[in-house]
């Protein structure tokens, strides 16, 4: 089951990556907000592009509600905190799933030691029952042991690196998102204030 979150989590992250980065193209390249919120719909994957749509849906109720009223910091307030609960759900989006492989990989090791240790209990019962320590009969349960093992670090090697290469990934989503963030409060405190 690790392995279909590893492979889950890594079509996620590039996804989110690689949409994050056309639309981080698209929306620099444009003066346009609204024709910026048009493009936005294309990248669904994409974490600043979710963050856009929620700043600008608030930025055009405030500018709506009173068009007379220039945008102050107070009112910008409003926009900021969408773009924090925005940023708040992708983030759980991203990290889901990511509890799992921490799980995985610092609990089967253990396992496969508790296997280990039954293998080796089952060896030794052997050599007591039939009083002789031949190959024949402790190699079932040195075999046991050692299957037990390696089934441990199949599922708990794979799942820390996977853990720790997509937290990072995860990591610098957030950054872009909160980079993202200010130069969107940026732009709008320009376009919209006094």
Do not use: C
């Not at 493009?39 to 994409?46: E, L, M």
């Not at 991203?94 to 080796?120: D, N, Q, Y």
């Not at 030794?124 to 040195?142: C, T």
């Not at 290469?165 to 610098?172: D, T």
């Amino acid at each position: 089951f690790s392995w279909a979150i590893i492979f889950f989590k890594r079509a996620t992250l590039k996804s989110a990556f690689s949409q994050s980065q056309k639309f981080l193209k698209v929306f620099q390249k444009s003066n346009n907000l609204s024709e910026v919120n048009k493009a936005s719909r294309k990248y669904r994957g994409s974490p600043l592009a979710s963050l856009f749509q929620s700043g600008y849906k608030e930025l055009v109720y405030l500018s709506r509600s009173n068009p007379e009223r220039p945008l102050t910091l107070d009112r910008l307030e409003s926009v900021e905190r969408a773009l924090v609960k925005a940023s708040n759900s992708e983030i759980s989006k991203l990290e889901k799933r990511m509890s799992f492989l921490a799980t995985t990989g610092s609990v089967t090791p253990f396992i496969g030691l508790f296997g280990t240790v039954w293998g080796i209990m089952v060896a030794f019962q052997r050599i007591g029952i039939v009083k002789s320590a031949g190959l024949d009969i402790v190699a079932p349960g040195i075999a046991e042991a050692l299957i037990a093992t390696a089934a441990g670090l199949f599922a708990a090697i794979p799942a820390v690196i996977a853990y720790n290469h997509y937290l990072h990934r995860i990591k610098n989503l957030v950054t872009e998102m909160e980079d993202f963030s200010l130069e969107f409060l940026s732009i709008a405190e320009k376009l919209y204030g006094s």
